[in-house]
């Protein structure tokens, strides 16, 4: 019995994802997640991902200590939610985030999870530095949220800010307007 209850610990994996470990260790769904899938509960994009982290785990230890908490799917691109410890640890190691994007056929970006629209922002646009986030009036009586992009914006500008002002609108409605520092010379 003891040596079965080893077994079973050494088989079972730690990493948390929306899905049971199990569903995400085979790749197949069991009915109660098949449930939440077709009432909207799951998204494919928190199937596909919880799949690749899992694989991912078994091959990177620092992987097994996530907790993938949501994934959300926006044009071809994805945003994931995870605890901030794992943030850290993915902001802190380039190979490592290079490991986890070649899983994606689309762009990741790393969110904290319970984050607010302000700490979504910073992480989206993560490792640009933000100076200034604040509500503005558009024409029409919108409401637009502008962003102050520290520094200008030369060709070498490391996110693609089409790509944020789309998901930001997409996955939080947030109508953001992006500006930089310093104009371009
Ligand atoms: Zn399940």
């Known amino acids: 019995m003891i040596y079965l209850l080893v077994f079973a610990s050494k088989k079972s994996i730690s990493l948390r994802t929306p899905i049971c470990s199990f569903d995400a260790m085979n790749g197949i769904l069991c009915p109660q997640c098949e449930s939440k899938l077709d009432?909207?509960?799951?998204?494919?994009?928190?199937?596909?991902?919880?799949?690749?982290?899992v694989k991912l785990s078994q091959k990177i230890p620092q992987i097994?200590?996530?907790?993938?908490?949501?994934?959300?799917?926006?044009?071809?691109?994805?945003?994931?939610?995870?605890?901030s410890p794992d943030i850290m640890t993915v902001r802190q190691s380039r190979e490592l985030?290079?490991?986890?994007?070649?899983?994606?056929d689309g762009k990741i970006w790393l969110v904290h999870q319970g984050s607010d629209d302000k700490k979504f922002i910073e992480d989206v646009f993560f490792p640009i530095k933000i100076l200034g986030i604040n509500q503005v009036?558009?024409?029409?009586?919108?409401?637009?949220?502008?962003?102050?992009v520290s520094g200008k914006k030369t060709p070498r500008?490391?996110?693609?800010?089409?790509k944020v002002v789309a998901i930001s609108h997409d996955l939080r409605k947030i109508d953001l307007v992006v500006e930089f520092e310093r104009k371009q010379e």
């Open 97 to 104: 985030y290079r490991i986890l994007q070649g899983e994606f």
């Open 64 to 83: 097994e200590k996530f907790t993938l908490n949501s994934c959300r799917g926006s044009n071809g691109n994805y945003v994931l939610y995870l605890n």
């Open 39 to 53: 009432q909207g509960t799951l998204t494919k994009a928190d199937v596909d991902a919880s799949i690749k982290l």
């Open 137 to 148: 009036w558009a024409p029409g009586g919108l409401q637009k949220t502008k962003v102050i």
């Open 157 to 162: 500008f490391p996110i693609d800010v089409d």
